[in-house]
């Protein structure tokens, strides 16, 4: 028997995926239901991502923020397995708080980051649409800290005028990881193709013929969303919140 004959059932490495999502009051409406939409018809792609991935297994986990913090569920789910459950929005902005909460879950020893075949860094996508109405500074440096964080491919989607882009780009460590939109359409599509195309850069092996110690992970999602804000966004302006 060759040393290869026996892996059937070694697990893939996994790639979490994180959505954290504003569920302030000023979300109501428009904002949270097309964010819920979204979300959930985009979960089918990354489900087929995973299936023919031969790097990684890909899970995922959500979080909401409004007047504290919750996780929708108390570990990543497997993307086949997931279902993604619509949330309301109502209550202030606890982004430190949400900040925190991220912070202790981004572990190995008590956190989402302990599968025993290892772990690529992961995904973080925030989606928010107005100020933090608690003092996020100590929970973001915290944060920031974080090794899974800072090696972590992270974008932000600032969603609407009152959006605070200055912390948004706080939280992506750039202000290219952050793009605002101002339509639900806009919302709907940004939101897709930020899922599937981090999905897809995150759960690979890195290729060293393709990306050098000065081109990144990050550099590609970056240049990608940049691309696609450029010729996809201009028009999605059919719509608003009210």
């Given at each position: 028997?060759?040393?290869?004959?026996?892996?059937?059932?070694?697990?893939?490495?996994v790639?979490?995926?994180?959505?954290?999502?504003d569920?302030?009051?000023?979300m109501?409406?428009?904002?949270?239901?097309t964010?819920?939409t979204?979300i959930e018809?985009?979960?089918?792609?990354?489900?087929?991502?995973?299936?023919?991935?031969?790097?990684a297994?890909?899970?995922?986990?959500?979080?909401?923020?409004?007047t504290?913090?919750?996780?929708i569920?108390?570990?990543?789910?497997?993307a086949a397995?997931?279902k993604?459950?619509?949330?309301?929005?109502?209550?202030?902005?606890?982004?430190?708080?949400?900040?925190?909460?991220?912070?202790?879950?981004?572990?190995?020893?008590?956190?989402?980051?302990?599968?025993?075949?290892?772990?690529?860094?992961?995904v973080i996508i925030?989606?928010?649409?107005?100020?933090?109405t608690?003092?996020?500074?100590?929970?973001?440096?915290q944060?920031?800290?974080?090794?899974?964080?800072?090696?972590?491919?992270k974008?932000?989607?600032?969603?609407?005028?009152?959006?605070?882009?200055?912390m948004?780009?706080?939280?992506t460590?750039?202000?290219?990881?952050?793009?605002?939109?101002?339509t639900?359409?806009?919302?709907?599509k940004?939101i897709?193709?930020?899922?599937?195309?981090?999905?897809?850069?995150?759960?690979?092996s890195?290729?060293?013929?393709?990306?050098?110690?000065?081109?990144?992970?990050?550099?590609?999602?970056n240049?990608?969303?940049?691309?696609?804000?450029?010729?996809?966004?201009?028009?999605?302006?059919?719509d608003?919140?009210?």
């Open positions: 028997m060759g040393r290869f004959d026996n892996t059937e059932g070694i697990a893939n490495r790639m979490t995926l994180f959505f954290i999502v569920t302030s009051g000023s109501t409406g428009k904002k949270i239901g964010v819920n979204a018809s985009v979960i089918p792609e990354i489900r087929k991502i995973s299936d023919d991935n031969a790097d297994e890909i899970k995922i986990a959500a979080m909401e923020f409004s504290g913090a919750r996780w569920s108390p570990q990543p789910s497997d397995d997931f993604w459950r619509y949330l309301e929005a109502e209550g202030v902005t606890d982004f430190g708080k949400a900040c925190e909460m991220l912070d202790e879950k981004l572990s190995r020893k008590t956190g989402f980051m302990n599968a025993a075949a290892g772990s690529f860094a992961p925030l989606l928010s649409d107005g100020e933090p608690d003092d996020y500074n100590k929970g973001l440096a944060l920031r800290e974080n090794s899974w964080f800072k090696h972590g491919l974008f932000a989607i600032a969603i609407g005028d009152d959006a605070n882009e200055d948004l780009a706080e939280f460590g750039n202000r290219e990881a952050v793009v605002a939109v101002y639900p359409l806009a919302l709907a940004l897709k193709f930020v899922a599937v195309t981090s999905s897809q850069i995150g759960s690979k890195q290729d060293a013929a393709a990306i050098s110690s000065d081109f990144t992970k990050q550099d590609i999602l240049n990608q969303i940049q691309e696609f804000t450029e010729t996809e966004l201009e028009d999605a302006d059919a608003d919140w009210d």
